[in-house]
Structure formats: structure tokens, C-alpha cells
């Protein structure tokens, strides 16, 4: 699903962010007697990112939104498959380039208690950074961006908080600091994992719309990424979706497109379970009526469409053949059906 222009022997990519059959297989052990299985978490992930694009990456507990994230990061090595960074194998990059790369992609951790040292205060949190990669001059402009970054994510005024340690802070507080970080190396790229689901529902909205909109005001390219649909509609609301099911991205394509007509069997059922205002809309997205409710375990490869043991409407292809994300309108979407 890609584009390529070669100019003088290198590929530009339109893509900012992009995974080619991109695959990550972890070892496990399983049962009583510790036996080694093998799991892929990410299958042959085919996919590209804009440059300030915002995406949400939505999809049950488990199907590998965290290790898709992880591997565009450059922060775990795939087992096959390229991450392109700007048409760019970030594997094949000088350590230089490399290091340039990792300071351009940053996350944005679920739990913000884990992402600061406790016996350091926000100062030391923000500044030493923003001296390594010589974002700022000396010391007193890195202290003033610092500043600038905390009012930036609303904690204010920012005097009260730089020499504050983080135990002094709600969790809500952290989060805003672990973003101020994220962004105090101006990079163009950054995950969010999951980064507003340990907070309550009127933070959670505050946090999006922060992060929403630092992504239009600095141009960064944002991949959010939750299990909940609610939430990627809300932050991705001019962007896009892409949806993952088991390893594979089934349906990608532009947010009110996906959310008002939903194409893969498995976006309907997950849309299903989000409350509309709309009876009518509601009555028909309720009527799909998923095989089994359970996710299935990656312990026993599923051939064909991963969605087959589920989904209401499989044929017999299904079972057999994996279907590919193909276009359709405006929009990729992996079923044979559509
Ligand atoms: N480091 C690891 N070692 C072994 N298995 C892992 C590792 N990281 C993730 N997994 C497994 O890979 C699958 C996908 O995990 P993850 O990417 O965390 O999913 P998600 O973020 O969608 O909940 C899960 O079955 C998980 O147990
Ligand atoms: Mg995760």
C-alpha cells in the first residue's frame, strides 16, 4: 500500500512513518512443563503514516498495538519486515542517524509513575535533555523552554511546579509532564500509548485536546494508541483510524468515514459497543452478532481471515485465504467480503 519515487537510486517515501510486512514474534513459555511457543504479536504490517497526521491505533488487550508502537520507535527490533523513517530503514541507519531518529520519535507512556524518577524534580526531568540535544544554548534558555513547556501543558504557573517533585503531583500532572518531556526535543514523531486510560473521563478529555492540539500548533505526527474507540474518534477527530485485530491492521482510513460506515465485520462489532445518540444507527450496529465473544489466544495460528472464528458473515474462503488490506474508496480495508 505504498507509493515509491526513486530519485537518484533513493526511494522517497510519501510517508513520514511506514511499516512494510513488518512482523514481531515473541517466545513463550506455556503450561505446566514451560514449553517454548512462538507468538506474533505484529504479522505482516503493512503501513504508512503522514507527516502531521494523527492516528489512533485502536484494538482489543492483546492484539499488539504496545509492540507495533514499540517497533516503529526503533525501540524493539522486528523479526522481518522494514520501519521506514522518511523512506529510511531506521536499522540500517549510521548510529548518528540513528540517534537522530530516536530523538525525532518519542512516547508517551501509559503510566506516567513509572516514566519519572521520583527523587528527581521536574527540573532535572525536563533540562538535561533539552542540553543533550542541544535544543537550547546553556542552561538558563533550557531552564526558560522548561518553563515555557510546563505552561504549554497547562501547568501553571510554571514557577510553582519545575522544582517540584514528582510524588507532589496528581497522576493527571505527571501525565501533562511526561508530554512537556516528549515535546521538549521538538521531534516530529510520537506514540502515545494508552496514555489517558489510567485517568478519569473529564482529564482524559482535557489530555486529548492538549496533545490534539499540540500536534496541529508544532506539526508533530501523533499515533495514539487505545482499546478504546471513543477515544481515537474523539483525538483523531481530522485524522485517521486504523484498527488491529491478532497481529493485523484490518481497516485503516479517515475517522468520521470509518465511525459513519464502518467496512470490516470487526470495526462494526467495535462500534457496536460504543453508545451513539442516534437509535436508528444504534439499532443497526447492534446487529452483529459476533460467533463468539472471546478474543482467541495467538498460541494457535489461525489460518485465512484471523476474524473468521467470529465473525458473522465468513465464507468459506475466509477460512482459507488471508485477505490483503486492499483499497476501497477512500480506505484500506483486509476482508473478502467488502
Ligand atoms: N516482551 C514480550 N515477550 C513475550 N510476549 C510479549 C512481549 N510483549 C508482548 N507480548 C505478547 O504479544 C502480544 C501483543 O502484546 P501487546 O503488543 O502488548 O498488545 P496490546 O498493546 O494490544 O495490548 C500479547 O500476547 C503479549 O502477551
Ligand atoms: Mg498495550
Redesign the pocket.
Known sequence: MWKDRVIGGEIISEYLMEARKLT?E???SVGMFKSRAK?R??DEVSFGIKEGEQIALV????????????LLLGL?KPSSGQILYKGRNIWRLSRKEFEEFRRNAQIIPQNPYDALNPTKKLSAALIPQILRHKIAKGRSEARKMALDLLEMVGLSPPEDFIDRYPSRLSGGQMQRVVIARAISVKPQFIVA??AVSMLDASLRVEILDMMHKIGEELKTTFLL?T?DLGVARYFAKNGKIAI?YL?DIVEIGETEEIIRNPLHPYTKALLAAIPVPDPKIARERKSIPLKSIDVP??LKPISGCKFHTRCPYAIEDCEKIKPELRLVGNRWVACHLT
Open positions: 514481531k515473541f517466545e513463550v507468538i504479536a505484529v484494538g482489543e488487550s492483546g492484539c499488539g498495538k504496545s509492540t507495533l508502537g514499540r524493539i500509548d494508552e494508541i482499546h488491529m497481529g489466544s495467538l
